[in-house]
């Protein structure tokens, strides 16, 4: 199992303001995703980080809102750009080695958006 | 339209076995059904994975019939610590069906008393 380490671990930030969430694994993995969890509701996959190139989003997700860089196999980074308070969610970064069903999480990012 | 459904909750006592299913009708037939469990301000934590028939490992059994349209996670035992909310991971699409979308399920509170 790969160990993942995800920062900030919390945040209230204000309205319009943007925040930039690290994910680091501590050894390289091939698939890495970003998914946002909404208090008490399930997961939901954001994209897909690809090294070296563009994220693979899903449907509602986009690249201006949710900027994600993978510059290399074991970092990624999401940001969450102009929010407003239906962003406070959290958000939570997992990689997957050995097929993209067996995934590892980080612990996650809880972001308040006043 | 794909869907995945799960119980919302379940109540249960230490030493009994608990059983919870998730429904998925039409899911990709070359994928994996995936079990996780999760805790408060925490990540989900993969518990068990499996194709068709039964799986079972140290923590849980899974057991799921020919037609792949359920799946059933069954916790032999439960103690206190197994109090969490449990998700099932499937994938809809892929091949000539569409883009292939993984999805979790709804998630079941399980509530074990002693």
């Known amino acids: 199992s790969a160990v993942i380490s995800q920062k900030p671990s919390r945040d209230i930030c204000q309205r319009g303001t943007s925040l930039t969430i690290q994910c680091q694994v501590d050894?390289?993995?091939?698939?890495m995703f970003w998914y946002r969890q909404q208090p008490g509701q399930s997961l939901t996959l954001i994209a897909t980080?690809?090294?070296?190139?563009?994220?693979?989003?899903e449907s509602g997700f986009v690249i201006d809102k949710f900027p994600i860089s993978r510059p290399n196999l074991t970092f990624s980074t999401l940001t969450v750009s102009n929010m407003s308070p239906e962003d406070s969610s959290i958000y939570l970064c997992?990689?997957?080695?050995?097929?993209?069903?067996?995934?590892?999480f980080g612990s996650g990012t809880q972001l308040s958006v006043l | 339209l794909a869907k995945t459904t799960q119980p919302i909750s379940m109540d249960s006592y230490e030493g009994q076995e608990v059983n919870i299913t998730c429904s998925h009708n039409?899911?990709?037939?070359?994928?994996?059904i995936t079990w996780y469990q999760q805790f408060p301000s925490q990540g989900p934590r993969f518990i068990i994975q499996g194709y068709k028939t039964k799986v079972t490992n140290e923590v849980a059994s899974l057991f799921i019939p020919a037609d792949r349209k359920s799946s059933t996670l069954s916790l032999p035992r439960v103690s206190l610590s197994d109090t969490a909310v449990y998700y099932c991971?499937?994938?809809?699409?892929?091949?000539?069906?569409?883009?292939?979308?993984?999805?979790f399920g709804s998630g079941t509170r399980l509530q074990v008393q002693p």
């Open positions: 980080a690809n090294q070296g190139s563009e994220a693979t989003y």
């Open positions: 039409n899911i990709a037939t070359n994928d994996y």
């Open positions: 050894s390289q993995v091939t698939m």
């Open positions: 997992s990689v997957g080695q050995s097929n993209e069903e067996k995934l590892f």
């Open positions: 991971l499937v994938a809809y699409g892929g091949g000539d069906t569409g883009r292939r979308a993984l999805t």
